[in-house]
């Protein structure tokens, strides 16, 4: 989870510092992807109950 979570702003740092609109898109979609791991995380996480339900909550709404 803190993988994906640290991943996600550096892709879109390093998008945005390509200087080109093209790879800002692509680096943006990788981002998303990154979100989306984590996002499953979440879910797979709060099965196995490793935190109560309001935390979850939270979690998945600030996601």
Same mark, same amino acid.
Request: glycine share 6%; hydrophobic share 35%; aromatic share 8%.
């Given at each position: 989870?803190?993988?994906?979570?640290? /991943?996600?702003? %550096? *892709?879109?740092? #390093?998008?945005?510092?390509?200087? /080109?609109? @093209?790879?800002? !898109?692509? +680096?943006? =979609?990788?981002?998303? @992807?990154? $979100?989306?791991? $984590? =996002?499953?995380? !979440?879910?797979?996480?709060?099965?196995?109950? +490793? +935190? %109560?339900?309001? #935390?979850?909550?939270? $979690? #998945? #709404? *600030?996601?």
């Amino acid at each position: 989870m803190r993988r994906c979570s640290v /991943s996600i702003p %550096s *892709n879109i740092a #390093e998008g945005h510092g390509r200087n /080109s609109t @093209g790879d800002y !898109l692509r +680096f943006l =979609q990788i981002a998303t @992807g990154s $979100l989306c791991e $984590l =996002q499953t995380q !979440l879910v797979i996480a709060n099965n196995l109950s +490793f +935190f %109560s339900e309001k #935390e979850f909550d939270t $979690l #998945e #709404e *600030n996601a």
